[in-house]
């Protein structure tokens, strides 16, 4: 079936990943196994299907149809299966970083520790929670991986992006094992732009969009072009993430301001804050940062310390480089309509947002 797609109809391309995710999960379904309790897939269906940007499965369908590929729901389905990935990376990183909220609702881990907590049940129902989310992200990467393979299209077409679908899982898993390495070592801002590259940027965008377009059998020279557009884009994503980690509104990201700074995450901006604060801001910085009881006042103070270090505001200048550098590598392109003003539509969306 062949549908035809506006531009900058990001939200209709939605709409056709849910209705893939979610006839992907309905075949599920009657496979689960006898006597096995339907929870974990209770709350993975709901989870999955419970919004997101949908980024990684728009970049590939925008990176499938800038080498040439028609609109079809194969390509769809394949792009799709990334957002399946993306649920296992976010239930991991929600357990290492101790976020009880996601997209506004509880995490994962929480939603099985609360569980065990009102049953009663024997044991520690934090133990319980994160064992159960972890049995969880582990089946999103399992049915990721299904779903890619079962998309429609050729063998041949398939593994040619599964080598890239491959190399973006073993980033960003080895991103975020660097961003624990980075929490424990310098804090440098070189390190936490390492961990961004890897863990984030990459991940977001620019091995999406490699996907896409080696699905559709592209050649070699537009799948490294493709890099100095998504490189830039991915990091000016990330760094937007971090200020809205710190600055934004939980009741539009859906997550608490506090976790970040609880967590003492080794981010671009904490890193330049502590480069730039005199004596009294880094000794307040040091007392502050990454302490477990932080309160929503010791967290305005921090903000207030990140602000006047000029963190922030190097913060945004780092983004509009990188942004900048993403549209002029985008202008080179080549590539033609409707793929053209899509990423740029998109690359808008990724760094211009409050979500």
């Given amino acids: 079936m062949t549908v035809t797609v506006a531009p900058a109809d990001a939200a209709r391309l939605r709409a056709r990943f849910d209705a893939e995710l979610a006839a992907f999960l309905d075949r599920q379904g009657p496979d689960w196994p006898d006597g096995a309790p339907r929870g974990v897939f209770t709350a993975l269906y709901r989870f999955v299907l419970a919004g997101g940007k949908r980024l990684r499965p728009l970049f590939c369908y925008w990176g499938w149809r800038a ?33 009880d909220r996601r997209r506004g609702e509880p995490s994962v881990h929480r939603i099985f520790a609360d569980l065990h907590a009102r049953s009663s049940w024997r044991g520690d129902p934090e133990a319980y929670g994160r064992n159960t989310a972890l049995l969880c992200g582990d089946l999103c990467a399992a049915w990721s991986d299904q779903m890619f393979h079962d998309c429609g299209l050729s063998t041949d077409d398939v593994h040619r992006g599964y080598a890239w679908f491959a190399l973006m899982r073993t980033e960003v898993i080895a991103g975020e094992y660097l961003d624990l390495v980075s929490g424990v070592g310098d804090g440098s801002v070189a390190s936490a732009l390492t961990v961004i590259r890897m863990k984030a940027a990459r991940y977001t965008v620019t091995r999406p969009m490699q996907i896409g377009a080696a699905l559709a059998g592209a050649d070699p020279s537009l799948l490294d072009a493709l890099v100095e557009f998504g490189d830039p884009l991915g990091d000016a994503f990330q760094l937007r993430d971090d200020v809205l980690g710190v600055f ?70 780092m983004i509009r480089v990188r942004a900048d550098a993403a549209q002029a590598a985008l202008d080179r392109l080549p590539v033609a309509e409707p793929a053209r003003a899509a990423l740029a539509a998109l690359a808008a969306q990724a760094v211009d947002r409050t979500a």
């Fill in 67 to 99: 080498a040439g590929g028609r609109d079809e729901t194969p390509i769809v389905v394949a792009s799709a299966a990334l957002e399946l990935f993306h649920a296992f990376a976010l239930i991991h990183d929600d357990i290492l970083d101790g976020s």
């Fill in 248 to 317: 934004g509104d939980p009741a539009v990201t859906g997550k608490s301001i506090l976790d970040d700074l609880r967590e003492g995450k080794p981010t671009v901006m904490m890193a330049l804050a502590r480069d730039a604060a005199d004596r009294a801001q880094a000794a307040r910085l040091r007392e502050l940062f990454g302490n477990a009881e932080l309160d929503a006042e010791g967290a305005a103070e921090l903000r207030k310390i990140i602000e006047g270090t000029g963190a922030r505001e190097q913060i945004e200048q």
